[in-house]
């Protein structure tokens, strides 16, 4: 017998002894793995002439292609024996439930802030990102409320322990006007801006969180006045509240940094103990507004000889909770899944 045909006839009944696919790999290594014999006997091509690589390489070829045949019989006839053996050892339970991945939802308020970024966008208004944590000189001094002005005590305001600067000492935001002054000051008019964020006043009942929402919006124009502010506002909540035929009416108000001032009425009525937008006569306070204080514009860097501006400010909890109906302020903040899965809205995969 060659040195070949022993070669092979060993390969071959260490195959035929390989008893499950481990094995059958650590075979296939020690054939033609890095060490392996094959391999081994390949190196030796090198030292022979054309004639005898010629006759030896077809030799080899032809052992190689025996031992590939077995293996791969070999491994084919393991794997099945093995498949059998899981099956019949392994018990799948086909009552038990699937695994049922959960995506969450996107939260009330998250969905009614991207509605209310695409109306105010289509009305030109640019996003202005606005701070937390504001100075006193910005949330009330450049809003036309000075030291000691009586609305400062309208706020009940979470001073923050930060160290005070040229600006005043730190607050918490209690509303989103600052943003107003920070847009006039970064941009030349004519404008028209608006932010969505956290403000915060020391107050918590059902109707009041120490945290809410709030948009601001405002014009800095030639030539703007209340009729426009009055028909922007109307337009505006027609569209988020999608009631075509709500009334909307303005009162006269008072805020320091707009003169003259209103407050927003719609109009509503009660169905099975629901409030229904834009059916009733009852009025529903919703917004505060106005045209731009001169002395405000002035903070700004505008001169209020040439420019007007308008301002509105609306709470973003209290919108979500008359379109969606959700009772009480409270559990916005609350994380609580049932909730969020009562009042949460599907994500889209666009
Ligand atoms: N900042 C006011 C508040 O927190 C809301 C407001 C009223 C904003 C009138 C405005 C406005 O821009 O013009 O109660």
Not at 32 to 40: A, D, L, R, S
Not at 169 to 182: E, M, N
Request: charged share 25%; with cysteine; net charge neutral.
């Amino acid at each position: 017998m060659s040195e070949l045909d022993k070669l092979l006839a060993s390969c071959l009944s260490e195959i035929a002894d390989c008893d499950n696919l481990k094995k059958i790999d650590d075979v296939k290594n020690a054939i033609f793995g890095k060490n392996g014999k094959i391999t081994n006997i390949m190196k030796k091509l090198r030292d022979l002439d054309d004639n005898e690589k010629r006759k030896f390489g077809a030799e080899i070829n032809s052992i190689k292609d025996k031992i590939w045949e077995q293996l791969s019989s070999k491994s084919y006839k393991l794997e099945i024996k093995e498949l059998d053996k899981k099956l019949s050892s392994e018990f799948a339970d086909v009552s038990m439930p699937i695994y049922s991945p959960s995506f969450g939802k996107i939260h009330p308020l998250t969905k009614v802030s991207e509605e209310i970024y695409g109306i105010l966008s289509s009305y030109g208004f640019t996003f202005a990102e606005g701070e937390d944590i504001e100075s006193e000189y910005y949330n009330f001094t450049a809003l036309n409320m000075p030291d000691h002005h009586p609305a400062r005590t309208m706020h009940d305001t979470f001073y923050v322990n930060m160290p005070a600067d040229d600006k005043g000492r730190k607050l918490l935001r209690t509303h989103t006007s600052p943003v107003q002054i920070h847009a006039m000051l970064a941009n030349s008019p004519p404008c028209r801006f608006f932010s969505i964020g956290r403000v915060y006043r020391s107050d918590s009942d059902s109707t009041h969180t120490p945290m809410f929402n709030q948009i601001e919006g405002i014009i800095v124009e030639k030539n703007v006045g209340f009729s426009h502010l009055k028909w922007l506002i109307t337009d505006f909540l027609k569209k988020l509240f999608e009631v075509k035929d709500l009334s909307v009416r303005l009162r006269p108000s008072f805020f320091p940094f707009t003169e003259p001032s209103a407050e927003v009425d719609v109009n509503y009525g009660i169905k099975n103990g629901k409030i229904v937008l834009g059916s009733g006569s009852k009025w529903l306070e919703i917004c505060g507004c106005g045209a731009v204080h001169p002395n405000v514009l002035k903070y700004g860097n505008i001169d209020p000889t040439k420019y007007q501006g308008l301002a509105f400010g609306f709470g973003l909890d209290r919108l979500t909770s008359l379109k969606y109906g959700v009772p009480d302020l409270r559990e916005y903040f609350e994380s609580d899944d049932r909730w969020r899965n009562a009042f949460g809205f599907p994500h889209v995969i666009v």
